[in-house]
Nanobody
């Protein structure tokens, strides 16, 4: 079992930055690939970024590539998403998720555990 709690969301102006954190419970955290997804009002939940269990492989949605960075610290049972050069269209609830695949995957159905979400609002 993995329990995930996001933090670090908030309101930021376009061009600004935020760092989201996802704290995981359970000693098996390091065996899970981790991902970030987001859902804007009226939109489906979409893939943002993923990182393998070892942290040696990452994957990003084209819309955030070059602006967002996913990382993890298994010793702290924490995964991060650094959001730079934020745009109003980045406004969404961001969800942390864990997948037992252990490697990067962009498919929502591959993730068994989900956090409660963190609101990110980017003003123009």
């Amino acid at each position: 079992q993995v329990h995930l709690v996001e933090s670090g969301g908030g309101l930021v102006q376009a061009g600004g930055s935020l760092r989201l954190s996802c704290a995981a419970s359970g000693r098996t955290f390091s065996t899970y690939a981790m991902g970030w997804f987001r859902q804007a009002p009226g939109k489906d939940r979409e893939f943002v970024a993923a990182i393998s269990w070892s942290g040696d492989s990452t994957s990003y949605a084209n819309s955030v590539k070059g602006r967002f960075t996913i990382s993890r610290d298994n010793a702290k049972n924490t995964v991060y998403l650094q959001l730079n050069s934020l745009k109003p269209e980045d406004t969404a609830v961001y969800y942390c998720a864990a997948s037992s695949t252990s490697y990067t995957t962009y498919r929502t159905r591959d993730y068994e555990y989900w956090g409660q979400g963190a609101q990110v609002t980017v003003s123009s």
